[in-house]
């Protein structure tokens, strides 16, 4: 007894439409995480390249940070929606055929040693080689089987799901460049409790040491477990006058603005004077401020920067780089703590100005909104441009119909009537 091809290519359908809307909606998540933080993107990307060897690369971690998640938001909106998949599916074979070995060497051959981290994202090479292996197979399936799937859009409009899409991620990255991530998912977000990032090892300063680069490191390297799991570098703060100050600033009953320069080398001074006047207003009005820094406090490259700073005179005080480079993405950035938890961040393009307590100013309230609801929030919002593209898809469509019914519906009377005069000159 033959088998029935038709239940063989349903069967094809099915599981080529699973594959690509299971991929499509893990390349849509993981691309959009990244255009959200393309900061420490642009981190990983650095970090990747060092692990590789090509850290002539490097200068460029940030175009390519953006232009990877776009390409990965926009892989995943068409392969979930089916657009254009000969191309989809090949664009992305070719995608996983070289990040899948990169990541093998990456994870096995030159681990990464960077700790740049994004909530959501894999924190294992070596989970991370794992899944693009799966991704990868899967991708392959999708490309052989693609004239089984079926595209949500009609031909005539498909071709530019992929360019809104990344035309989409785009903005979003350099919104959150150039002011803040739109929807922060590094660990130390508003909301963020300091003190679970804290270690009960006091730092001396006998362990601290410092490289060419005046950039702080320790003999110690303490690590902490964060509230998601993650293993990460403990925060340490040291000043030179006062030693191991981390839980005089993370227990501290009341307000404290910490203005983080992950390296004052690379600090940006266009808000110097905003800068300066915020800490004018914290002094005046009893409030902590501190810049915390990965820059020797009392070296060359400090003293520089206080000048260029118009003779910035708040305390600086250090911190491993590691730390500070998920902390806030910007360089410099304003943090304000309230009782050891983070309530506001600001970006050196974006810097508030205080009038009156803090206790009655709107700028130092609580973020409350949750950062995946905002993530999926946004993603909605997308969502909905595409439901509008597809309602304009579909009504042309609906015109077309309309007007080809009517066609046929004027054409109908006049093929009758000559019929009937056909008849009646036969009958003749």
Not at 317 to 325: E, G, H, M, P, T
Request: glycine share 6%; net charge negative; proline share 4%.
């Amino acid at each position: 007894m033959q088998k029935d091809p038709t239940a063989n290519s349903k069967l094809k359908i099915a599981i080529v439409t699973l594959c690509r809307v299971l991929l499509g909606i893990t390349f849509v998540v993981f691309g959009f995480i990244r255009a959200c933080n393309p900061v420490i993107g642009a981190g990983m990307v650095n970090d990747y390249l060092e692990a590789a060897g090509l850290t002539f690369f490097q200068p460029l971690s940030t175009l390519l940070a953006m232009s990877f998640a776009a390409a990965e938001f926009a892989i995943g909106i068409c392969s979930l929606l089916g657009t254009n998949i000969r191309k989809t599916s090949l664009y992305t074979v070719l995608l996983l055929g070289f990040l899948t070995p990169f990541s093998f060497y990456t994870a096995f051959v030159s681990p990464v040693t960077g700790n740049h981290q994004i909530a959501g994202l894999p924190t294992s090479d070596r989970m991370s080689f794992w899944l693009y292996v799966v991704w990868l197979t899967t991708a392959i399936l999708i490309f052989i089987w693609r004239e089984y799937s079926k595209s949500v859009f009609s031909n005539r409009i498909e071709w530019a799901i992929g360019p809104i899409s990344l035309a989409f991620s785009i903005c979003v990255s350099i919104t959150s460049y150039v002011r803040l991530p739109m929807v922060d998912l590094s660990p130390y977000h508003p909301g963020t409790d300091l003190r679970t990032f804290t270690s009960d090892h006091k730092l001396t300063g006998e362990e601290v040491l410092w490289d060419d680069n005046e950039l702080f490191s320790t003999t110690h390297d303490c690590r902490i477990t964060t509230p998601e799991g993650i293993e990460a570098p403990a925060l340490q703060i040291y000043s030179r006058g006062e030693g191991d100050i981390t839980k005089e600033i993370a227990y501290y009953k009341g307000y404290t603005f910490l203005l983080v320069a992950e390296d004052l080398r690379e600090a940006s001074t266009s808000a110097r004077h905003q800068i300066n006047d915020i800490y004018d207003y914290a002094r005046d009005n009893n409030y902590r401020f501190y810049c915390l820094t990965a820059t020797k406090a009392d070296g060359n490259i400090a003293e520089e920067y206080c000048v260029e700073s118009g003779g910035a005179e708040y305390p600086i005080v250090n911190a491993d780089r590691r730390v500070l480079s998920n902390m806030i993405q910007s360089n410099p950035g304003l943090i304000l703590v309230k009782d050891g938890t983070i309530y506001r961040m600001w970006s050196h393009y974006g810097m508030p100005t205080f009038e009156g307590k803090l206790e009655e100013n709107e700028e130092a309230t609580l973020q409350t909104q949750s950062v995946w609801k905002k993530f999926f929030s946004l993603l909605g919002d997308f969502a909905i441009i595409l439901g509008i593209i597809l309602a304009l898809d579909k009504l042309v469509d609906l015109i077309k119909w309309g007007w080809n019914r009517m066609k046929s519906a004027k054409a109908q009377p006049a093929t009758t009537v000559e019929a009937v005069q056909e008849g009646g000159s036969a009958e003749n």
